[in-house]
């Protein structure tokens, strides 16, 4: 069994959304670059108070007891957490959570990014560290799904009957019913844990390092949200103002029919194109950007020869249309324009090609030129600079 088990039909067609799937993997992150890299965080003095809580028992420690304050330029406080008293609090059995831990962890970023391009999804990744023999937190249940990763130590699992199915919403169930079943973690097991579950977990006799990484699809709901806007949008009838209190009855039920005739046409019309285009789009809107190895590239570029080999990044989420037989690349906010003129084949091109294969009506001084700004733009990098 390897992580590529969850990125499967098999997976989603049995586990995705129905139940827990343990797997014994091996090698999926090198703990001991990771409590380095934890460890190097939590040091810090200029770590947001915003990404770090503590948990006992399923209670918050109150944050002024392990930060403190400080103003910035423009004379705004801000607050930061105080390293030693993390240390003190975690020795008296606290657990220490570091939300969003890939922004900050190098090693998690990359892990998201992954993630993020098997699954089509948005990811996020916290750290949670238990002190020996102790619980984080009460049974509940996540409104999100997750892959858990045991970096260090064993962590006993119970997980409840009669959780909240398919939860996508934050209240949190308090009466718990019969412990379902049991699970011990070991170092480097991971755990597909879907929303909505009620669980809750114990350190052993060692302290316990685990990472959530928490996957942020699209739901059903998100669609007819898209709905409201797309109807706002096109058809002057869901711009007009329903029925007010001075409508007669007869005005309502008209206004009610009517309602429902406009919907049924409008999702009647709504094209399977729509959907992919929809569900694309959303993905490019909210991903991350990954922008590991841009800086070297960008001070890198003005050396590149025709010699040079490139490739396409695909870190970066893009939208690539075609428009009057040009091939636009859309990179958030910023877009770069491949006229004509050249044989745009190597966008989709996997693996690397040297700057002067680049097909099309250019000189290799003007093949040298596109390739700098197919750099700069950043979907494309060096890979070799000879
Ligand atoms: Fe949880």
Same mark, same amino acid.
């Given at each position: 069994?390897?992580?590529?088990?969850?990125?499967?039909? #098999?997976?989603?067609?049995?586990?995705?959304?129905?139940?827990?799937?343990?797997?014994?993997?091996?090698?999926?992150?090198?703990?001991?670059?990771?409590?380095?890299?934890?460890?190097?965080?939590?040091?810090?003095?200029?770590?947001?108070?915003?990404?770090?809580?503590?948990?006992?028992?399923?209670?918050?420690?109150?944050?002024?007891?392990?930060?403190?304050?400080?103003?910035?330029?423009?004379?705004?406080?801000?607050?930061?957490?105080?390293?030693?008293?993390?240390? /003190?609090?975690?020795?008296?059995?606290?657990?220490?959570?570091?939300?969003?831990?890939?922004?900050?962890?190098?090693?998690?970023?990359?892990?998201?990014?992954?993630?993020?391009?098997?699954?089509?999804?948005?990811?996020?990744?916290?750290?949670?560290?238990?002190?020996?023999?102790?619980?984080?937190?009460?049974?509940?249940?996540?409104?999100?799904?997750?892959?858990?990763?045991?970096?260090?130590?064993?962590?006993?699992?119970?997980?409840?009957?009669?959780?909240?199915?398919?939860?996508?919403?934050?209240?949190?169930?308090?009466?718990?019913?019969?412990?379902?079943?049991?699970?011990?973690?070991?170092?480097?097991?991971?755990?597909?844990?879907?929303?909505?579950?009620?669980? *809750?977990?114990?350190?052993?006799?060692?302290?316990?390092?685990?990472?959530? #990484? !928490?996957?942020?699809?699209?739901?059903?709901?998100?669609?007819? *949200?898209? #709905?409201?806007?797309?109807?706002?949008?096109?058809?002057?009838?869901?711009?007009? /103002?329903?029925?007010?209190?001075?409508?007669?009855?007869?005005?309502?039920?008209?206004?009610?029919?009517?309602?429902?005739?406009? !919907?049924?046409?409008?999702?009647?019309?709504?094209?399977?194109?729509?959907?992919?285009?929809?569900?694309?789009?959303?993905?490019?809107?909210?991903?991350?950007?990954?922008?590991?190895?841009?800086?070297?590239?960008?001070?890198?570029?003005?050396?590149?020869?025709?010699?040079?080999?490139?490739?396409?990044?695909?870190?970066?989420? =893009?939208?690539?249309?075609? *428009?009057?037989?040009?091939?636009?690349?859309?990179?958030?906010?910023?877009?770069?324009?491949?006229?004509?003129?050249?044989?745009?084949?190597?966008?989709?091109?996997?693996?690397?090609?040297? =700057?002067?294969?680049?097909?099309?009506?250019?000189?290799?001084?003007?093949?040298? *030129?596109?390739?700098?700004?197919?750099?700069?733009?950043?979907?494309?990098?060096?890979?070799?600079?000879?």
């Amino acid at each position: 069994m390897s992580l590529e088990s969850f990125f499967s039909n #098999f997976f989603f067609e049995n586990y995705w959304e129905k139940k827990i799937f343990h797997i014994k993997e091996r090698n999926f992150i090198n703990s001991n670059e990771l409590i380095d890299e934890i460890d190097f965080f939590l040091s810090r003095k200029d770590v947001h108070l915003s990404n770090v809580r503590i948990v006992t028992k399923g209670i918050d420690i109150p944050s002024k007891l392990y930060s403190y304050s400080s103003r910035n330029l423009k004379g705004v406080e801000e607050f930061f957490v105080e390293p030693l008293s993390l240390i /003190t609090h975690f020795n008296e059995g606290g657990t220490i959570v570091i939300n969003s831990a890939n922004e900050s962890i190098s090693i998690l970023r990359k892990l998201c990014f992954d993630f993020e391009k098997k699954l089509n999804m948005n990811f996020q990744a916290n750290i949670y560290i238990t002190p020996p023999n102790s619980q984080g937190f009460k049974p509940h249940y996540d409104n999100h799904d997750i892959f858990l990763f045991q970096v260090k130590g064993t962590k006993l699992w119970n997980f409840y009957k009669d959780g909240f199915e398919l939860a996508t919403n934050f209240s949190r169930k308090n009466e718990v019913n019969e412990i379902d079943f049991s699970l011990s973690l070991e170092e480097e097991d991971l755990l597909y844990l879907p929303r909505g579950i009620v669980h *809750e977990a114990f350190s052993e006799n060692q302290s316990s390092i685990h990472v959530n #990484f !928490i996957g942020k699809p699209r739901y059903g709901f998100n669609l007819v *949200e898209d #709905f409201a806007n797309l109807v706002q949008d096109k058809f002057v009838f869901f711009r007009k /103002t329903m029925p007010t209190k001075y409508s007669d009855n007869e005005e309502k039920q008209k206004y009610l029919s009517l309602f429902k005739e406009n !919907i049924k046409q409008v999702i009647d019309n709504f094209s399977f194109e729509d959907f992919n285009e929809n569900l694309s789009n959303s993905h490019y809107k909210t991903s991350s950007l990954n922008l590991s190895g841009r800086f070297r590239n960008i001070i890198e570029v003005d050396n590149i020869t025709e010699q040079t080999e490139i490739k396409a990044n695909f870190n970066m989420c =893009v939208l690539i249309k075609e *428009e009057n037989g040009d091939l636009i690349i859309k990179l958030k906010d910023i877009q770069m324009i491949i006229p004509k003129i050249i044989d745009s084949s190597f966008v989709n091109k996997l693996t690397s090609f040297k =700057v002067k294969e680049i097909q099309g009506l250019l000189s290799n001084k003007g093949k040298i *030129e596109f390739a700098k700004q197919l750099i700069r733009f950043g979907v494309f990098e060096i890979v070799d600079l000879t």
